[in-house]
């Protein structure tokens, strides 16, 4: 067993949130961070990773611009040095594929020196540190940053099921199942969802026989992108969202869903048009139904496939559905890290996640020099905004200057136009 000598910091997971994390302390002679991630690489969301995929985000949101636009790991940086910034913006600069982000990311773990393939086991406190058992060794911390990021989630009715023929949309392009002749459900009705849906209709993998798309939501709808939505992922809207009890909050974000898990409209028109093709354009026979405000409420397995039973919930009325293939693009939770169990009973949770304060400390029993912070996993005290890109430099720097007890990084940002229920 190797032993590896005290660290200040250690990042649990290597996801844009902790290498921004790593990256803005990067600079700080006072604090070290070291970053371990489980899988061989720091891919995002390659399940997910469409080659035609842009950004939802403005590319200036990466892991660092927002707070240190001088800093060497900035997405500008990462094209100046790979020799192809002007290519890039003759390109067109204001469609960033996620796929060049997912290279950014690469190349800033690869510079930060990210523990590729190490999985923490086990985190324990004795005396003064943290104890972190993993599949290499031992790391001691003196202080922990959680960011694991959020799980696929399943319906209660799919847990239990698996196989070849049944996948969340995480997985989508790891899978090798031929679809020609198939009858798929597709469950779910977020940009995820929309992006499954027109990979299907694509005949990537074979031409489906019939396609059941159905989202539990009152309609396919778009994306709201508009500038006061975007107010809502303004740091400052943050710190007037915590103010905020926990009934207005969770009523907000319930109204705020479109800005947040809408379908943007250029994907909303590919898919349309597609349809409009198989229909009238080509020879190709696809029979189709896209179901809004229906839900999936039951789910078996047998061995001519899946029976699955769908509610209306509109008028009450249940109608069954069989399909050969299952794709559930019903989303991501937050989830408590296994490895965090031993310290579980030291650790109030907040519902099924943990209590999280306003600089994303997460409060337990121990000494106040040994902190836990937790990235993305504050939706319901932090707002929408928590889990998206955009705020991951904002935040990474609101811990490092926890950590620091000091503001090294002076988080100035604009005044918010306009707050829900009154500006802050």
């Not at 031929?178 to 990537?204: K, W, Y």
């Not at 020879?283 to 029976?307: C, I, S």
Request: aromatic residues 8%; glycine residues 10%.
């Amino acid at each position: 067993m190797n032993h590896h000598g005290p660290t200040e910091v250690l990042a649990i997971g290597g996801g844009p949130a902790n290498l921004s994390l790593a990256a803005l302390a990067q600079p700080l002679g006072e604090l070290r961070v070291t970053t371990v991630e489980s899988r061989s690489s720091v891919a995002w969301h390659p399940g997910l990773l469409w080659s035609s995929s842009r950004l939802q985000v403005s590319s200036v949101k990466d892991l660092v611009s927002l707070v240190d636009p001088r800093s060497r790991f900035s997405f500008l940086n990462y094209l100046h040095e790979q020799g192809r910034l002007y290519r890039h913006l003759t390109a067109g600069a204001g469609q960033v594929s996620r796929k060049e982000f997912d290279q950014y990311f690469t190349w800033a773990a690869q510079l930060l020196g990210v523990r590729l393939g190490e999985e923490v086991r086990a985190v324990e406190h004795h005396g003064d540190r943290f104890l972190i058992r993993t599949s290499r060794g031992t790391h001691h911390a003196d202080h922990l940053v959680l960011g694991v990021g959020q799980t696929p989630w399943l319906p209660d009715c799919a847990r239990g099921l698996a196989g070849p023929r049944l996948w969340h949309a995480a997985e989508h392009l790891t899978q090798d199942t031929p679809l020609t002749g198939r009858n798929i459900l597709l469950v779910g009705g977020g940009q995820s969802a929309a992006e499954v849906a027109l990979d299907l209709l694509s005949g990537r993998s074979g031409m489906p026989r019939r396609l059941t798309w159905v989202t539990g939501r009152h309609g396919f709808a778009p994306l709201d992108d508009s500038p006061f939505a975007n107010e809502w992922f303004n740091p400052r809207y943050v710190e007037y969202f915590r103010t905020l009890p926990p009934g207005p909050r969770s009523a907000l974000l319930d109204q705020q869903r479109s800005a947040g898990t809408g379908i943007t409209r250029e994907l909303l028109t590919q898919v349309y048009r597609r349809l409009y093709e198989l229909d009238y354009l080509t020879d190709t026979p696809l029979h189709h139904e896209l179901l809004a405000g229906v839900r999936l409420e039951e789910l078996t397995q047998d061995h001519e496939g899946f029976r699955a039973g769908l509610l209306d919930t509109v008028t009450g009325d249940r109608r069954p559905c069989h399909s050969d293939i299952v794709i559930l693009a019903t989303g991501y939770r937050p989830q408590l890290p296994s490895c965090m169990a031993p310290l579980h009973h030291r650790m109030p949770l907040d519902g099924d996640g943990y209590a999280v304060a306003a600089d994303y400390r997460v409060p337990w029993d121990g000494p106040d020099g040994n902190r836990i912070h937790v990235q993305n996993a504050a939706r319901p005290t932090h707002g929408i905004a928590d889990p998206n890109l955009g705020l991951a430099a904002w935040r990474a720097a609101v811990i490092l200057n926890s950590l620091l007890g000091r503001e090294h990084y002076e988080l100035k940002a604009d005044e918010i136009t306009l707050g829900t229920g009154g500006r802050p």
